[in-house]
């Protein structure tokens, strides 16, 4: 059975710093593209991070260099570090896993960030 487990998300103070975490099952970690979205109140979901393999990592515009995304195979987990968080990152966090050479697609149920003072 597949599953994308997030954890890590919560309340925190403008400008500052969580550590989002997908835990996967179920199938060949490895070979799998993985990505994080997010979807805030009203608004339609968003790629926030790609990363294929470690040297291969794509970034929203909106990110500007505050959030970096990573994978350890060995642990079948992704990580996104998200640093200087500003009110506008508020949104539920969404892992996705995709293959690259097959039909599979993957989503984690999310877990919510909230940006406030």
């Known amino acids: 059975q597949v599953q994308l487990v997030e954890s890590g998300g919560g309340l925190v103070q403008p400008g500052g710093s969580l550590r989002l975490s997908c835990a996967a099952s179920g199938f060949t970690f490895s070979s799998y593209a993985m990505g994080w979205y997010r979807q805030a109140p009203g608004k339609r979901r968003e790629l926030v991070a790609t990363?294929?393999?470690?040297?291969?990592?794509n970034y929203a515009g909106f990110v500007q260099g505050r959030f970096t995304i990573s994978r350890d195979n060995a642990k079948n987990t992704m990580y996104l570090q998200m640093n200087s968080l500003k009110p506008e990152d508020t949104a539920v966090y969404y892992c996705n896993a995709w293959s690259t050479i097959g039909p599979g697609n993957y989503w984690g149920q999310g877990t919510q960030v909230t940006v406030s003072s």
């Open positions: 990363i294929a393999s470690p040297g291969n990592r």
